[in-house]
């Protein structure tokens, strides 16, 4: 099994810095953050992803996924594009976008189609750019805060393009079991 570390709590800006604190520590790989006021983010990702991807290469990590701002949840933001675009120049796989929200009042089912109807918009992106698109779990008030939550969203959209991306610590925070929860979205893992 390979280990992957979520930077986003590593304070540096060099990639080469943080390859070498992370095979330091005995990590395998990168699950790196491309936001707004970190060194890859979506104004300057097209240059800096695939030279960043190299150097992790050459010291023997991997960046299998980056992922987006929070609030990431538009197929259509130029920002989508653009990583999109970035990361399959540089052969990161894998994109975690960012989380749908049900805020108190609202319709859990409009809310659903709302999201599903943005999920089918990334799920063309990722056709076109060969890159899939991952969904994690959160808890909170994010939509797919559990396992049974996030089928509601990806339940019928095709597995080749997007996915769950299970978080272990929020689905205990949640309460759901997580050998079913497991079990239940098994196709998009």
Known sequence: MKIVLFTKFIETSDPR???????????DGVDLPVRDGYHLN??????TLP?????WSEMGLSCKIIS???????????DSTIIYEAAAEAGVPLIKI???????GDDYWENVSAARRALEGFVRLSERTGVKTVYQTHSGNCLGSNC???MHLLGGLDATWIGAHIDGGHIAINGEDIEMGLAMCR???
């Not at 979506?42 to 240059?47: A, C, I, Q, S, T």
């Not at 030279?51 to 150097?55: C, Q, S």
């Open 148 to 150: 049974a939550g996030i």
């Open 68 to 78: 987006t701002e929070t609030d990431l949840i538009d197929p259509l933001n130029p």
């Open 98 to 104: 960012g989380f749908f929200r049900h805020n108190s």
């Open 42 to 47: 979506p104004r300057n990702v097209r240059k």
């Open 17 to 27: 810095e943080l390859g070498e604190y992370l095979t330091g520590l005995g990590y």
């Open 187 to 189: 196709k998009y893992l």
């Open 51 to 55: 030279a960043a991807v190299k150097t």
